[in-house]
C-alpha cells in the first residue's frame, strides 16, 4: 500500500490524482490532503478519501466541521507538516507557484518519493531540488 499526500488536491492535477486513487484502493492509500482555499471542495474529498490529515492553506478560510479521522489545520505550517508527514511515502507536490518550494523542501527532507507537478519549484529552488 503507498501512502499518498496531494498537496493542491482541489486543483486540476489533484483531482485527477485522486481519480486514480479511487480505481485503486487496494494499492493507494490517501494520508493528506491540502487545498489553499476550497473548503467545501476539501471537505468533499476528505468525506471520500479519510485521509488522518487536512490542511486549508489560507488561515482566513473557516475550518469545515471535522469528523474523528481527519484532523483539521490551517497555514503555512500546516501545509509544511502535510509534505514532511512520517505516515507518507509520496507527495504529489501540485501546488500553485512558489508557494510549492518550501513544501517541495520538507518532502524531500523527510525523505520522502515526490511527484512534482510544480514547475516552480525546480525554477526557484534549482540546485536545493
Same mark, same amino acid.
Given at each position: 500500500?503507498?501512502?499518498?499526500?496531494?498537496? !493542491?488536491?482541489?486543483?486540476?492535477? !489533484?483531482?485527477? @490524482?485522486? /481519480?486514480?486513487?479511487?480505481?485503486? #484502493?487496494?494499492?493507494?492509500?490517501?494520508?493528506?490532503?491540502?487545498?489553499?482555499?476550497? !473548503?467545501? @471542495?476539501?471537505?468533499?474529498?476528505?468525506?471520500?478519501?479519510?485521509?488522518?490529515? @487536512?490542511?486549508?492553506?489560507?488561515?482566513?478560510?473557516?475550518? #469545515?466541521?471535522?469528523?474523528?479521522?481527519?484532523?483539521?489545520?490551517? !497555514?503555512?505550517?500546516?501545509?509544511?507538516?502535510?509534505?514532511?508527514?512520517? /505516515?507518507?511515502?509520496?507527495?504529489?507536490?501540485?501546488?500553485?507557484?512558489?508557494?510549492?518550494?518550501? #513544501?517541495?523542501? @520538507?518532502?524531500? /527532507?523527510?525523505?520522502?518519493?515526490?511527484?512534482?507537478?510544480?514547475?516552480?519549484?525546480?525554477?526557484?529552488?534549482?540546485?536545493?531540488?
Amino acid at each position: 500500500m503507498i501512502r499518498v499526500a496531494i498537496l !493542491g488536491s482541489t486543483g486540476s492535477i !489533484g483531482q485527477s @490524482a485522486l /481519480e486514480v486513487i479511487r480505481r485503486h #484502493p487496494d494499492q493507494f492509500q490517501v494520508t493528506a490532503l491540502v487545498a489553499g482555499r476550497s !473548503g467545501d @471542495a476539501l471537505a468533499a474529498q476528505v468525506a471520500s478519501f479519510k485521509p488522518r490529515l @487536512a490542511v486549508l492553506a489560507d488561515e482566513r478560510v473557516p475550518l #469545515p466541521v471535522g469528523d474523528k479521522v481527519t484532523n483539521w489545520a490551517s !497555514g503555512r505550517g500546516a501545509v509544511l507538516a502535510a509534505a514532511a508527514d512520517s /505516515e507518507t511515502d509520496v507527495v504529489l507536490n501540485a501546488l500553485v507557484g512558489a508557494a510549492g518550494l518550501e #513544501p517541495t523542501l @520538507a518532502a524531500l /527532507e523527510a525523505g520522502h518519493r515526490l511527484a512534482l507537478a510544480n514547475k516552480e519549484s525546480l525554477v526557484a529552488g534549482g540546485e536545493l531540488v
